[in-house]
């Protein structure tokens, strides 16, 4: 078996995850919204560019107050 990284089987768990709630939704089993239904495709980019804006924005709030 290869050596994948964590983030490769998070976002493969996730697809499918994604293409099981797309098939419950398109065969009305669920009848959840589709923000809901496609939340596995942009959960982690949305998690990752909100990590990296609160990071930048901590360093530059260091950045800003700890100059002498």
Do not use: C, E, G
């Not at 709630?21 to 982690?44: C, G, Q």
């Not at 909100?50 to 002498?68: A, C, D, M, V």
């Amino acid at each position: 078996m290869k050596n994948y990284s964590i983030v490769y089987r998070v976002f493969n768990k996730l697809t499918i995850v994604f293409v099981v709630l797309f098939l419950l939704k398109i065969n009305s089993v669920i009848d959840w919204s589709w923000a809901w239904v496609t939340l596995p495709l942009w959960l982690v980019p949305a998690l990752f560019l909100t990590s990296l804006i609160i990071i930048t924005l901590i360093q530059w709030y260091l950045k800003l107050h700890t100059k002498s």
